[in-house]
C-alpha cells in the first residue's frame, strides 16, 4: 500500500483535483487500471472513466479506493467536493455536446421545452432570460443554442426524432411574433427527412419520464448513450441496464404520442391560432 500522497495541481476544479488525485494514487501504486480493478474488485473501465472525469463513480467505490491506497477519507472528501460542484453540470454537458457531434440518430423527448436544435432565436432568447441571463452572457449562450441547428441540416445530418409534451407548445412566449416563428420552425424542421416531431397529449395521461429531458444518441459502433437533464442536474449515462430502462420508458411513451403526421396537423393548428390571436 503506498501511503497519502497529495498531488501538487494546479487544477481549481473539484471534479478535476479528484480525477488527478485518483491517477496520481494509481501511478504512485504502480498499479495499472486492470490491476487496480481487480485488487478492488470493481471493472477496471471504471477506474478509467473517473480519472478521464466522465464520471465520479459511488460513494461505495471512493470508500474503496482511499481504504486500498491508505489515504484516510482523502478521496471521499474530494468526491464530496466534485459531487456538490455546480460546475459539474457543465462539464456533463460538455461530454453530452462530443457524443452527440459523432452520433448517428438522437431521440429526444422534451418535457417543458423545445429542444435546442431546433430552436429559433426569439425562443432561444427568451427561455435563456427566464433562466436568468443577461447583457454579453445571454448573447453569448444565445447564439451557441441557434448554431446548434445546424447540426440537422448538414450533408452528413444525423437522423433526429423528438417527443414533445402538449405542455411545450401551450407554454406561449410573452413575444407573440416570436412564438409564431418558433411553431412555423417547428413545422418546417418536421417536414425534413431526417426529423421527426411527434406530439405527446395531455390525453396520453402519466408516462414515464415525468422527471425532466432525455436523448439518447447512438454512436457509429452502434453503442447508445443518454443524457438526462432538469434545471439542476445533468447527467451522461452510459450504463446499459439504465439505458434499457429509460429507452423501455420512451418507446411506451412514443407509442402514446400522436403520429408524425397528426403532430404536424396539431402543431400547425396552434400556429394559426397564434397567427390570429391579437
Known amino acids: ?43 477496471f473501465s471504471l477506474f478509467g472513466k473517473m480519472e478521464n472525469g466522465h464520471t465520479l463513480g459511488s460513494a461505495e467505490v471512493v470508500q474503496a ?14 468526491w464530496e467536493l466534485a459531487l456538490a460542484d455546480k460546475s459539474e453540470f457543465k462539464e456533463q454537458y460538455r461530454a453530452y455536446m462530443e457524443f452527440e457531434a459523432e452520433a448517428l440518430s438522437l431521440w429526444h423527448f422534451g418535457l417543458s421545452s423545445v429542444p435546442g436544435v431546433l430552436q429559433t432565436r ?8 427566464a433562466g436568468g441571463n443577461r447583457g454579453d452572457a445571454l448573447t453569448r449562450q444565445v447564439e451557441a443554442r441557434v448554431n446548434r441547428g445546424v447540426l440537422l441540416v448538414a450533408e452528413d445530418a444525423p437522423r433526429f426524432r423528438t417527443i414533445l409534451y402538449e405542455a411545450v407548445l401551450r407554454l406561449m412566449l410573452r413575444d407573440r411574433a416570436a412564438w ?37 444518441l447512438q454512436l457509429a459502433e452502434g453503442r447508445v448513450v443518454a443524457y438526462t437533464e432538469n434545471d439542476l442536474h445533468g447527467e451522461v449515462i452510459e450504463d446499459g441496464g439504465q439505458i ?20 404536424r396537423k396539431f402543431i400547425e393548428e396552434l400556429l394559426e391560432g397564434a397567427r390570429c390571436d391579437p
Open 180 to 216: 409564431v416563428e418558433q411553431l412555423e420552425h417547428l413545422v418546417a424542421m418536421s417536414e425534413r427527412a431526417n426529423v421527426t416531431v411527434q406530439v405527446l397529449p395531455f390525453s396520453a395521461g402519466p408516462f414515464g419520464l415525468m422527471s425532466g429531458t432525455v436523448m439518447f
Open 122 to 129: 426569439g425562443y432561444a432568447t427568451e427561455v435563456l432570460a
Open 65 to 78: 479506493l482511499d481504504q486500498y491506497f491508505g489515504t484516510g477519507k482523502l478521496l471521499v472528501t474530494l
Open 244 to 263: 434499457e430502462r429509460l429507452q423501455a420508458a420512451y418507446d411506451a411513451m412514443r407509442d402514446r404520442a400522436l403520429s408524425p403526421a397528426e403532430s
Open 1 to 43: 500500500m503506498s501511503r497519502r500522497r497529495t498531488v501538487t495541481s494546479l487544477s481549481q476544479q473539484p471534479r478535476a483535483r479528484f480525477a488527478e488525485e485518483l491517477k496520481a494514487l494509481r501511478e504512485a501504486n504502480g498499479d495499472s487500471l486492470r490491476q487496480l480493478g481487480e485488487r478492488v474488485g470493481w471493472d
